[in-house]
């Protein structure tokens, strides 16, 4: 037994030097864990709010102070004397002190801060490494779907960002991401010599081109200014060509849409002149799927389109996910409605979506029991906490979003996975 002895709480930066909470839990037996909490810039409606200080003398009003002492002054006393392995009691009680929907009181980074550092922390009293322990959470999902299948570790197939647009590379093409998914890797360590070695190539292309092949964007693609999302899915087919891989066949292409930045409440708005209706924006998609070498799209419609989801789902092409991040956030009943529209085949899942972990456990079950795919994601301001890789691993997701492979709150979370792959070699795949 060890019980909950301090929560301290800290303001620290993220990856764009916005602030951002660092939580550390420590333990009557002298362990202790610590998480600090992610934020992004593409977010959905239905997410977990965050709070920030709105104090403009302090980082233009981002800072984080007053979630900081609603920890130490609400959270902190609630939560003491607990025992930090009951992880699902623990996330009930910070879901009932806050008292609302969206997290809004405490704020889902005070909340989510808390309950991934206790997570820590019982990984290290039981003396067993963190995707372990959350290996055994996610099998005792207390009111979640029971698992067909034991589910044991395994490595998620990455979906690597190559090119930004969106939000995350502000005045380039209207969708947000494209990404390189290389499916055919025979193990961890090679699919990520091939994502390298495409985004380097990828890099001279753009310059061979005139195009920007040196600055990044928030998570680490490039942010060249492209006519549009095709011609940014083109240059990264013919760079897995010159990297010596076969698009298509060893490596494919995923993008991420997030259209609902771009919906203007009757028209998506994919360029100054370029307009389309969402019939016509269900056609564009389709297409797209038809012409490249696609394996999934993600928020292809804004994120109240449900019946438009539905159609474009029953469109695709069966072997094309069409994830869900803004239409679900991670949230158990956005994700249930999708499963009885049949709107997605994927969730895109986001801790800080939801502000806890036993929610985002509980809804990836939820995903699961649907035959759905789970996509575990990173958010444009990260920081060099890796718990989403042990989370993915744990959980058996098909798939994971970190970002590029450049910047170290980026590959803080690849390099993870190399340790994680050598102990899921040695324990489970003997």
Not at 166 to 174: E, K, Q, S, V
Not at 211 to 220: C, F, I, K, P, S
Request: hydrophobic share 40%; proline share 6%.
């Amino acid at each position: 037994m060890s019980r909950i002895r301090q929560l301290i709480a800290r303001e620290v930066l993220d990856s764009r030097g916005k602030p951002t909470l660092e939580v550390e839990v420590h333990c009557t037996s002298g362990h202790w864990g610590r998480a600090i909490v992610p934020s992004g810039a593409s977010t959905g409606g239905g997410e977990a709010r965050e709070l920030r200080d709105q104090n403009p003398q302090w980082y233009e009003g981002q800072g984080v102070q007053r979630a900081r002492e609603l920890l130490h002054r609400e959270i902190a006393p609630a939560v003491k004397n607990m025992e930090v392995t009951d992880q699902f009691a623990i996330d009930k009680l910070l879901v009932e002190l806050d008292g609302t929907p969206e997290k809004g009181r405490l704020g889902a980074n005070t909340v989510l801060g808390v309950s991934l550092a206790v997570a820590h922390a019982a990984a290290q009293v039981q003396g067993c490494p963190l995707f372990v322990h959350l290996h055994r959470l996610w099998l005792s999902v207390p009111e979640a779907p029971e698992l067909s299948d034991p589910w044991p570790p395994k490595i998620p197939l990455p979906q690597t960002n190559m090119i930004s647009g969106g939000l995350h590379a502000p005045g380039r093409m209207a969708v947000q991401d494209v990404l390189a998914v290389p499916q055919a890797a025979p193990d961890y360590p090679t699919a990520l010599e091939w994502l390298v070695r495409i985004h380097r190539q990828l890099g001279r292309l753009l310059v061979q081109r005139g195009l920007e092949g040196h600055l990044v964007a928030d998570e680490g693609g490039y942010g060249p200014q492209l006519k549009d999302h095709r011609q940014a899915i083109e240059l990264l087919y013919q760079a897995i060509h010159q990297s010596g891989l076969r698009p298509g066949e060893d490596v494919l292409v995923a993008v991420d849409v997030a259209s609902s930045h771009f919906w203007n409440g009757t028209h998506y708005r994919l360029g100054p002149q370029w307009l389309l209706t969402p019939e016509e924006m269900i056609q564009h998609a389709v297409e797209l799927a038809q012409l490249y070498p696609i394996s999934s799209l993600e928020d292809p419609l804004h994120e109240e389109a449900w019946s438009d989801w539905a159609r474009l789902r029953r469109q695709l092409p069966p072997q094309v996910d069409l994830i869900g991040d803004d239409l679900l956030c991670t949230q158990a009943p956005r994700v249930q409605k999708g499963v009885e529209l049949q709107a997605a085949n994927a969730v895109l899942v986001k801790m800080n979506q939801v502000g806890t972990l036993s929610e985002t456990l509980r809804t990836m079950r939820i995903a699961r029991a649907a035959g759905w795919k789970c996509i575990v994601s990173a958010r444009s301001g990260e920081t060099e906490d890796t718990t989403m890789a042990d989370l993915a691993v744990a959980t058996a997701a098909e798939g994971i979003k970190i970002g590029s492979v450049t910047r170290s709150e980026r590959l803080a979370k690849y390099n993870q996975l190399l340790r994680l792959w050598e102990q899921v070699q040695r324990h489970w795949n003997p």
